[in-house]
């Protein structure tokens, strides 16, 4: 039983990152920030988008289960560098052909990945933090 509430708890601070993830991604598109980058990142808010920002974010939730003895702040700095090195190296350059870290989109590309997938760990680690009061499993 504790098995399952663990998964249910990590997949929903990773949710919760991921609807923060595309949230600030978007607005960071809508206001011209990623423009003003010269960066093409622009993603448009529907539901379909954010409903896969927050299932792929809740997938990468599962990995607060890894054993790692830290801040939270870190932790989720830590962890959300995973989910950016497949995105600059695969998901851009071998699924979308964007190039080596998605270049093709801007040369600041990878600095924006960084940024919004940090905003996805920071989110779900302070989620957890705040639920389990400092615990993670």
Do not use: E, K
């Not at 990152?17 to 978007?26: D, I, P, Q, R, S």
């Not at 960066?39 to 448009?44: A, S």
């Not at 040369?107 to 989110?123: A, S």
């Amino acid at each position: 039983m504790q098995f399952g509430r663990t998964i249910s708890l990590l997949f929903a601070a990773g949710a919760l990152g991921g609807l923060f993830y595309g949230l600030v991604a978007w607005l960071l598109g809508d206001l011209g920030i990623s423009r003003g980058l010269g960066v093409r990142m622009n993603p448009v808010l529907t539901a379909p988008w954010i409903y896969q920002q927050i299932v792929w974010g809740g997938m990468w939730g599962m990995l607060f289960a890894l054993p790692l003895s830290m801040h939270w702040l870190a932790r989720g700095l830590t962890l959300s560098l995973l989910p950016s090195f497949v995105q600059l190296f695969f998901i851009y350059p071998v699924i979308l052909h964007q190039g080596p870290f998605g270049i093709r989109l801007g040369i600041l590309t990878p600095v924006l990945v960084l940024l919004v997938n940090g905003v996805w760990g920071v989110v779900a680690a302070w989620w957890l933090q705040t639920v389990r009061g400092g615990g993670y499993r």
